[in-house]
């Protein structure tokens, strides 16, 4: 199964390597999508998890020992239907191509699970119609 | 074949037979021209994309004692008011100016009361669709003082039905095909068609190509001064040329223009258009500027029209121009056809490039469809153009400054 969760690390915590200990110990792939990580400050990663259902929990279980703050609820993209043309400018921006138009009724798709939070599309967009969750 | 006179006959009958511009071209390819020009009476065209050339005129009734105002802003937008005392032409593309238009907690409370975030860029684009939208707009006029008009200033707030008059006058229009912009240079581009990213990154064409309105009728045939169509859910009128009208651009055999050609100068009634229609919209970077849905009808009146109609995407081609150049004429990668730039993708120099669009197809299709159903029920009847548009414009740059090096 795949979890996508935010990591916040505390500052001890970002020599540690987590992302192979993940893979070592627990048999669990981290798709980095989002990072920001710098030397003695609080890093932040955004991570697709997948993995065994059980071995994805004691991952996490030991994320937490770790001090690691995991939260479900990362950013998110959010589209407001009534404000959207689906002009479609969006989609040339999006580098994973999360945003695309139907190519028969033109309209504007948003597969999330494709999204890796860039948020080129929210400047991008002409009508104002994309924002983050938070 | 047929005239307007009598498609406005089986129109106020209900008995019309009316065609989107798609529906049409799928037929052409079933039954051919001579079946198809025998069956229609009339194809509807729609576009929906941003047009920065276009503009409101207010009269906003005077107030006592009376004005005659020199200066002002709607929202903070500049409108221009060198006319007589309360009349006022609010552009499209005119960005939120407060300089000389008062403290900088009006700003704020201004800001507050459109609930938009300050980072947010306003223009008169969003006044005008505000305005539409049957919203409050605050007004700021600065007056000159005369015999006529005592009053120095005046502060108020204007919705559609406080004012007179308020219709859109748009300069240029519909343009007649459009540009494919990338970006070859080495760093990202701010453009009106939006972010260009470097080394080719993505590519944007702005017009719906074969549902858009006069790439169906290449040769201003049956479109002239006087034809009525929809403009912003609400009925306008072509009013003349547009501004940069370039009839002459080089065209293919089936008469459609490799570039930007015709444009048309419109006039409609904003008191009656519909907010879905008319958005006011932003570019990073370049400005704002206001996205209009527009649908124009086109008479049957013979085979011809039915043979321009049913142009297709695979049909028209529109040159891919490098923004990375910062000169008036741009070196250009060659000519794309729609049904490439439709499909998403495009190659250029070998290399393929992601291709958005900035017309919105879905809401062009709506516009059509909705001047299909206006047409059916007898609602809207079309009009005998009084001139017909030129067709023989030179397209003039402004080159007297500087050295006369005649490059070709």
């Known amino acids: ?134 | 074949m047929r005239t307007i006179d009598e498609i406005n006959e089986k129109i106020q009958a209900k008995r019309a037979v009316v065609w989107t511009v798609e529906e049409l071209k799928a037929n052409v390819v079933e039954m051919g021209v001579k079946k198809v020009a025998q069956m229609v009476d009339v194809v509807t065209t729609g576009t929906f994309e941003p047009m920065e050339s276009s503009g409101a005129i207010l009269n906003l009734g005077q107030p006592d004692p009376p004005i005659k105002i020199r200066q002002c802003w709607l929202d903070g937008v500049a409108a221009y008011a060198g006319f007589g005392a309360v009349d006022l032409y609010l552009g499209a593309s005119q960005s939120a100016d407060y300089s000389g238009s008062g403290e900088v907690s009006d700003l704020e409370e201004l800001r507050e009361m459109r609930s938009r975030s300050p980072q947010q860029e306003l223009g008169g684009g969003h006044v005008i669709a505000d305005l539409i939208a049957g919203k409050p707009v605050k007004l700021r006029a600065i007056g000159q003082v005369t015999d006529c008009y005592p009053r120095a200033s005046i502060e108020t707030t204007i919705t559609r039905d406080t004012i007179n008059q308020f219709y859109l006058y748009n300069p240029r229009n519909l343009y007649q095909n459009f540009i494919v912009g990338v970006n070859g240079g080495d760093r990202p581009l701010f453009t009106y068609l939006g972010p260009l990213q470097p080394q080719l990154g993505n590519a944007v064409f702005s017009n719906p190509g074969a549902l858009s309105p006069l790439l169906n009728d290449p040769d201003l045939q049956v479109v002239g001064i006087g034809s009525r169509i929809f403009l912003g859910g609400g009925i306008g009128y072509v009013a003349w040329e547009g501004t940069q009208h370039f009839p002459l651009q080089k065209r293919l055999p089936n008469r459609t223009p490799i570039g930007p050609a015709a444009t048309l100068a419109l006039i409609g009634d904003a008191k009656q258009m519909d907010a879905r229609w008319v958005r006011g919209c932003y570019f990073k970077s370049y400005g704002p500027s206001l996205m209009l849905g527009i649908g124009v009808p086109l008479p049957v009146l013979n085979e011809t029209v039915v043979e321009r109609c049913a142009v297709r995407d695979e049909d028209l081609v529109a040159p891919v121009v490098d923004f990375a150049i910062p000169r008036r004429v741009r070196p250009n990668f060659g000519l794309v056809s729609y049904a490439q730039l439709k499909s998403g993708q495009i190659t250029i120099d070998g290399k393929r490039v992601r291709v958005a669009p900035l017309a919105s197809i879905f809401l062009a299709r709506q516009v059509a469809e909705t001047l299909k159903q206006w047409i059916e029920q007898g609602e809207f009847t079309l009009t005998q153009p009084v001139a017909s548009l030129p067709s023989d414009r030179p397209f003039l740059a402004q080159d007297r400054w500087g050295a006369q090096i005649n490059l070709e």
């Open chain 1, 1 to 134: 199964m795949k979890k996508r969760v935010t990591l916040t690390f505390p500052k001890r915590t970002v020599h540690m390597p987590v992302t192979y200990r993940l893979a070592k110990d627990f048999n669990v792939a981290a798709n980095i999508i989002r990072a920001e990580v710098a030397p003695n400050q609080v890093g932040t990663l955004v991570v697709e998890l997948s993995g065994d259902i059980d071995q994805l929990d004691a991952a996490l279980e030991w994320l937490r020992v770790q001090e690691i703050d995991i939260s479900a609820t990362s950013r998110e993209i959010m589209i407001d239907e009534d404000a959207c043309v689906h002009c479609g400018l969006c989609t040339g921006v999006c580098p994973t191509e999360a945003l695309s138009l139907n190519r028969d009724t033109f309209q504007l798709v948003f597969t999330r699970s494709r999204c890796i939070v860039c948020e080129q599309c929210i400047p991008t967009c002409p009508v104002q119609a994309i924002a983050t969750n938070i």
